[in-house]
């Protein structure tokens, strides 16, 4: 029996405390505003589990069921090459960009440069001091783009948290000069409505736009009124960014009533978030496609007019999906993956007690052609590994590996870790690698682990919320063909053409 499957085995028998359940039931029955925060929000953020939930981790650990605190554990065919931990930014670490060697590092205080030119020894060449959650980043070009969706008290980096009902409170996205990558310079502020939680670039020749994801978090914020069933469509030219503005805001879910014409959550679907906007969206501008994570809802967009993108098909699980929060193409762009982030991420959900179907992802065949295309849903995934009741654990980012042919992605599950799996039948898909810690307590529940996942020219980068930047090597006959693919850039909510 191989590691990776031993592993599995032992990891399956570990039972999960009643307290870890009612910590779960008591996230999910809060209603919307805390069901879905994403880490550094989360309410589950050092609540002690019981003394019965200690004691089952420390005997789980003992047996070698689960990974001692903090210790790393990974398949045979993943190698570890090395972890560059937090250093002047301490915040949450959140997303990952790449331009040729550069990493781009987001963290809620700001973002990180990382020289990648040797895999194995990454250098700092910049960390940039600019507050304001989640500081999702993306790159284009010399352009450095950068999510505020906290409420500051002005658009500088210098400014400070106040309350977002403050007449002067600002949101929403920054752009930054990245031509020098020792000195990057602020150059553009936008406000969106709502924020910015996370953005998608559609980069044109001469312009970058700029879809803003952002969502109502509860009535009280006074930009932020339901229905706010749209996304912000922001224009960049290249030649002047100091002049970015909003285009549109196209409304993705019309209807009528307070609520629009998304999932009105509870108590008409009760576990399920209502949708009051988008979570995240991913373009593929060579099939003039997107797919968007919208809360209760996920979508199926044309982007042949990149200001005007409409709606080809919208699905709803309310049955297993609590939050629709990301989604990943494969290469045919007859696929496509929804991640369910349930609990917000701040909640222990990768164990018996939540089961194999929620907290995972689920996989849709895209069926039809052109306006009339369906998305249909064929299976869930997720991780093999039961985790302790003190790691917060759900699916989260990820990437597609490019193997023609294949459709294998690398994806984040927070103090899940990282898992290497395969979707190609889209009926059985299967796990062939995973890398992950221990966990940071086994006295409270503390929230970490892998935000973000990615491949990027042979390698996976991996952002842990508070253990810094991972550097893995995947070293697997079914990935191998991945080598051969060399990108100058990559914005995984962008996804290329591998294969062009």
Known sequence: MTLLNQLRTRRRRLGV???????????????????????????????????????????????????????????????????????????????????????????????????????????????????????????????????????????????????????????????????????????????????????????????????????????????????????????????????????????????EGPDGGGNPGSPTNPGVSKTTGCHDITVLPSKDLAAGACMGDGVLLSIKDPEHPKVIDQVQDNVNFAFWHSATFNQRADKVVFTDELGGGGAATCNAAIGPDRGADGIYDIVGKGDKRKLVFRSYYKIPRHQADTENCVAHNGSLIPVEGKDIMVQAWYQGGVSVWEFTDSSKPREIAYFERGPLSTDTLQVGGSWSAYYYNGYIYSNDIAKGFDVLKLTDRRTDPAKRVRLGELNVQTQPDYFD
């Not at 589950?44 to 019965?52: N, Q």
């Not at 106040?162 to 929403?172: D, N, R, V």
């Not at 339901?226 to 100091?242: Q, T």
Request: aromatic share 6%.
């Open 17 to 255: 405390a009643a307290a870890a359940a009612g910590l779960l039931a008591a996230l999910l029955t809060a209603g919307p505003a805390a069901a879905t925060p994403d880490p550094g929000d989360s309410p589950a953020t050092g609540k002690e589990v019981s003394k019965s939930a200690r004691a089952e981790a420390a005997e789980a650990i003992a047996s070698g069921e689960i990974p001692g605190q903090d210790q790393i554990v990974h398949s045979a065919n993943i190698e570890p090459l090395v972890n560059i931990p937090k250093d002047a930014l301490a915040g949450t670490n959140s997303d990952l960009a790449f331009q040729g060697r550069y990493a781009f590092a987001g963290n809620y205080d700001g973002f990180r440069v990382f020289d990648i030119s040797n895999p194995r020894a990454p250098k700092t060449v910049a960390q940039v001091l600019c507050p304001g959650s989640q500081n999702d980043v993306s790159v284009s070009g010399n352009l450095l783009f950068l999510s505020t969706d906290s409420s500051r008290s002005d658009s500088s980096c210098n400014s400070t948290t106040q309350p977002a009902t403050e007449k002067s409170s600002w949101e929403g996205m920054k752009v930054f000069d990245i031509s020098d990558k020792k000195n990057p310079k602020y150059v553009a502020a936008v406000e969106t409505a709502c924020g910015s939680h996370t953005h998608s670039l559609v980069p044109e020749r001469r312009d970058v736009y700029i879809y803003v994801s952002s969502y109502s978090p509860s009535a009280t914020y006074p930009d932020c009124q339901p229905p706010h069933d749209g996304i912000s469509v922001i224009k960049v030219p290249r030649s002047h960014p100091e002049k970015a503005a909003v285009v549109n805001f196209p409304v993705l879910f019309p209807g």
